[in-house]
């Protein structure tokens, strides 16, 4: 493979909760389901980016996201799933689907997050994605990324194999995609030919007219237990079978054109590709489907940090100024750090950075981020103390607490157009050489450095208060002390 795997198209939030039923509600005779364990993933195009960076590929996911909790969450898993997330702004909420499971087995589904938002334009960086892909998986669940006119353009130009998974309410595959993907009842409702003969005949025929209507290299309609048909241009279909699987089926269709998608970019014939489709898929249910397949640092993603102390503090409050701010067209500024103890060094880097935009959201590392990254003795002040100083600053809109090592993720939701960083960066080479350059160039926002006041470190005050001691620009007084010291940071943001 000479490029990224891309894959393209609605993404939502699943959700599986797992629990017991015992006893029928009081006022209702329905099942309590007491709930033991709960698992979020990426669902739709996301489960097949997360399938497909799994087998080791270069993957990339171009969909859009909702400035909201359940994006914020999106982010998060597919980058501990090692998928490049290309965000696409998205009107209204994440579509999330919840699925209440008793011993394994579903016992209802819960789908909330309202009308299908409407995307919107992509970057230069999304085309030029697209234009050097080995290959593109369009995953469309109908909500509305497969019908972007900018994105069918591109990928009507690409060069790369084109696998498109269709949907009924989704628009037709874009014409010359090398193989398309839907399964039996997609397939009938969306060649509408009349009914009648076989099982295989009535797939056939149905394969043949989507072949003929998208002007598609192949089409293979898949059979669920029975495997897969491939219609080619011939008249004669090839009926590829599956070995004997029973378990949960839920994603097995995008584990299907996933890893179809990935032998084609290795070089695979269309018919090699649907044979290892089929293995691969009837394997993924037999061995338990999307609760044992789902990569283990995805499965390890712990909840989402919950931070009592304001409006200004979360996801929530993040999504909601920063959609705010694009309706009236602003501009959007983010910085991020420990921020472990608040000292005028890193007063000044806010205030520079709020002056940038017309909003700022400082993403904060939690208390495990910060350990993990300055050792067992830090941070000296807790998240929520350091998440509630830094949101009654003036400059500050809004604080979004993360876990992981780096922002990306954070960045990846929030997609700000502007990120600062405070320090000495100019010095070696330009805001250009910053790890969060790239991140920011996939919806063409930019970073900048904004310089610190020399000589405030919050290791220096730390090793200063426990010597007893003052030091330059922090005098000594009878109260000085790490309990007296003004918390977060500008220098040891970096």
């Known amino acids: 493979m000479t490029g990224p795997v891309v894959v393209l198209g609605d993404t939502l939030l699943d959700r599986d909760v797992e629990g017991l039923v015992n006893r029928l509600c009081p006022d209702s005779p329905v099942p309590v389901l007491d709930e033991t364990t709960s698992v979020d993933r ?24 909702a400035d909201d909790a359940g994006g914020a969450r999106l982010g998060v898993l597919l980058a501990a799933a090692g998928v490049q997330l290309y965000a ?6 994440t579509p999330e689907k919840v699925r209440l499971r008793v011993r394994g087995r579903v016992l209802l589904r819960h789908d909330r997050g309202g009308a299908t938002g409407v995307p919107g334009e992509p970057s230069e960086a999304v085309l030029r994605l697209l234009a050097r892909a080995s290959a593109v998986l369009v995953s ?5 990324v497969a019908g972007q006119p900018a994105l069918r353009a591109a990928l009507a130009a690409t060069r790369a194999p084109v696998v498109w998974d269709p949907h009924p309410r989704g628009p037709a595959a874009v014409p010359g995609v090398h193989l398309a993907t839907p399964n039996e009842p997609e397939a ?40 897969a048909l491939l219609c080619h241009a011939g008249s004669t279909p090839l009926v590829v079978p599956a070995p004997a699987a029973e378990g949960d089926t839920c994603g097995a269709g995008d584990r299907f054109a996933a890893t179809a998608t990935l032998a ?29 397949a789902l990569p283990a640092p995805v499965r390890a993603v712990p ?13 929530v409050a993040a999504g909601e100024v920063v959609a705010r701010v694009r309706a009236a067209g602003g501009t959007v500024v983010a910085t991020g750090g420990c921020f472990d103890l608040l000292h005028a060094g890193h007063v000044a880097t806010l205030q520079a950075a709020r002056q940038l935009g017309d909003c700022l959201v400082v993403c904060l590392n939690s208390d495990a981020s910060v350990a993990g990254l300055k050792g067992p003795e830090r941070p000296v002040v807790p998240q929520g103390d350091r998440g509630r100083l830094l949101a009654a600053l003036g400059c500050v809109d809004a604080v979004l607490i993360f876990d992981e090592p780096t922002p990306h ?19 070696g080479g330009g805001a250009q050489t910053l790890p969060e350059s790239e991140i920011l160039a996939r919806w063409g926002g930019h970073t900048v450095v904004v310089p610190y ?19 330059a620009g922090w005098p000594a007084t009878a109260e000085t002390g790490p309990e007296t010291v003004v918390r977060s940071t500008a220098k040891e943001a970096r």
Do not use: C, H
Request: glycine content about 16%; aromatic content about 4%; cysteine-free.
């Open 264 to 292: 084609l970019a290795r070089g695979a014939l269309v018919s090699e590709a649907v044979q290892a489709a089929v293995t691969e898929a009837s394997a993924y249910v037999a061995g338990g489907g999307v609760a044992t």
């Open 409 to 427: 993720a954070a960045l990846s939701w929030l997609r700000p157009d502007i990120w600062v960083k405070g320090g000495d960066y100019a010095s």
């Open 188 to 227: 009938r409702e969306l060649a509408k030919t009349p009914p009648g003969g076989s099982r295989l005949a009535t797939a056939s025929r149905n394969a043949q007219a989507l072949r003929r209507r998208w002007q598609a290299g192949a089409v293979a309609v898949t059979l669920g237990g029975d495997g």
């Open 140 to 144: 469309d669940y109908g909500r509305g």
């Open 453 to 471: 006041l020399d000589g405030r470190s919050t290791t220096d005050m730390i090793a200063a208060a426990r010597a007893g001691r003052g030091r």
């Open 303 to 315: 909840p989402a940090v919950v931070t009592a102390g304001g409006d200004r503090i979360g996801a």
């Open 42 to 65: 990426p669902g739709g195009a996301g489960l097949a980016a997360v399938f497909a960076a799994a087998e080791g590929a270069e993957v990339a996911l171009v969909t859009a996201v």
């Open 88 to 93: 696409l702004p998205l009107a209204g909420a």
